[in-house]
């Protein structure tokens, strides 16, 4: 992967921890190494629905899941809405 594009994907992993509906699972996943789905976001009680009223965007779904490197070490998470 060529530097720049590793610096984008770490600059958007920041957007995402920084403005995320749900932080507590960026933990979980980055601690724990174990990938969390979430189905419906509005039923789930560590959503922040504040977002989505600022925005006008309705989260569905989220996924988030662990990147490892070649020793299987996280070193980073993707967070999909």
Request: glycine share 4%.
């Amino acid at each position: 992967m060529p530097l720049s594009e590793f610096l984008s994907i770490r600059a958007l992993l920041v957007y995402l921890t920084k403005f995320s509906q749900i932080s507590l699972n960026l933990g979980h996943v980055f601690t724990k190494g174990e990938a969390v789905n979430i189905y419906n976001a509005y039923t789930d009680e560590r959503f922040n629905k504040a977002i989505d009223i600022k925005t006008g965007y309705k989260t569905n779904t989220i996924l988030t899941v662990p990147i490892r490197d070649d020793s299987l070490k996280v070193i980073g998470i993707w967070k999909i809405i």
